[in-house]
């Protein structure tokens, strides 16, 4: 499915709210009205997490809550969507992430743009995973919360199943599933819908290797050649030199100045 970046968080501290909330917005200001500093710019902390599926963004809450920062937010919502939608962040996915300290005020950028695979598999081309990779370099430079406490999430979800969204069933309506996706992502023929169940035993299998070992097997170790290997017996290349040499990229972000505030964007 298609590959997308993750959206940066500015997050402060931990607690969340609604606009229509007196306690929240006491003046009633329409949020595109509303400056951030009349927001947070008070003694109470803020936080907030955004993600295209909910139950993402509970984990991202949820994951906040219990002491990690916004960098462990955006891990932890980015494996729970591999699970929840796919199609928007797969383990298989190219993109960009941007992290700014808020006490430096510097800036880092993390791209893991596309790398075509050596051979195409059933004549379909794809790109070499490289997410997991990127997300676990971003972690070591600015995470807080343990690997673990942030994969734990996605492989709980994966394992007990949870019920389809409407994005992901939007999504499923449009894509061609065959082979493995048919398998898992639809019943009786038809892909799955809004409610229906999903369980993925085999991507809690992965996570759960992700988890306990780590990104490092998911491109040089044995879950590498696991990979390598079922590429191979689909017609493709995917060789585990190839896993070993997409190496994600860090740096300085591009910046810009907009009526006072500094934004960041991916180069």
């Not at 993925?200 to 879950?223: C, K, M, S, V, W």
Request: proline content about 6%.
């Amino acid at each position: 499915m298609r590959s997308t970046a993750l959206l940066g968080l500015l997050v402060l501290a931990a607690c969340g709210g609604n606009e229509n909330d007196p306690k929240v917005n006491p003046a009633q200001i329409r949020a595109n009205k509303r400056g951030y500093d009349e927001i947070a710019g008070t003694n109470e902390k803020f936080a907030a997490v955004a993600a295209d599926e909910g139950r993402a963004a509970g984990i991202g809450r949820d994951i906040l809550a219990n002491g990690g920062n916004a960098v462990d937010a955006a891990v932890a919502m980015y494996f729970a969507m591999a699970a929840t939608l796919p199609s928007a962040a797969g383990l298989g996915a190219s993109g960009a992430c941007v992290v700014q300290d808020s006490k430096s005020r510097a800036g880092e950028a993390f791209v893991f743009a596309p790398v075509a695979a050596p051979g195409p598999a059933r004549g379909a081309t794809f790109t070499v995973p490289t997410g997991p990779r990127a997300i676990a370099l971003m972690h070591i430079r600015h995470g807080l919360a343990r690997w673990e406490m942030d994969v734990a999430p996605a492989e709980k979800l994966a394992r007990f199943g949870f019920p389809v969204s409407r994005a992901l069933a939007r999504d499923l309506r449009s894509a061609q599933l065959d082979g493995e996706a048919r398998r898992v992502l639809s019943r009786n023929g038809a892909p799955l819908g809004e409610g229906d169940t999903l369980v993925e035993n085999d991507l809690a299998a992965t996570l759960g290797i992700i988890r306990q070992r780590g990104a490092g097997d998911f491109f040089q170790g044995n879950l590498a050649r696991v990979m390598s290997e079922q590429v191979s017996q689909l017609g493709g290349s995917l060789p585990v030199e190839a896993l070993r040499g997409a190496i994600p990229q860090s740096g300085p972000p591009l910046t810009e100045s907009y009526y006072g505030y500094r934004v960041y964007t991916a180069p």
